[in-house]
């Protein structure tokens, strides 16, 4: 198991668009991907999971991954949350 944390800074969070993109990167590991966000855990390949988690910008979310390609999918997630722009 991998964890990093990573703080969302795009204005408008996490909506519908990036949580689009980041269940599709998502979904491209075999490994077990979770977003935690407070006390609110989502499985990052679930789009309605990840938005009801209610990630705003300013908000820390930790990445954890579990399974065989664990180190690459948490570097490709908290790289594609870190840098969010719309």
Known sequence: MIENNVKITNT??????PAK???????SFECDIVII?????????????LLKLGVT???E????CTGNDEKEACTAIVE???????
């Not at 979310?61 to 954890?64: D, G, T």
């Open 21 to 27: 993109r980041l269940v599709e990167l998502a979904k």
């Open 57 to 59: 910008c300013g908000s």
């Open 37 to 49: 966000n407070g006390t609110k855990e989502g499985d990052a390949k679930k789009l309605i999971k």
């Open 80 to 86: 594609l949350l870190a840098n969010i722009t719309d």
């Open 61 to 64: 979310v930790l990445v954890r």
């Open 12 to 17: 408008s969070g996490l909506h519908a668009r």
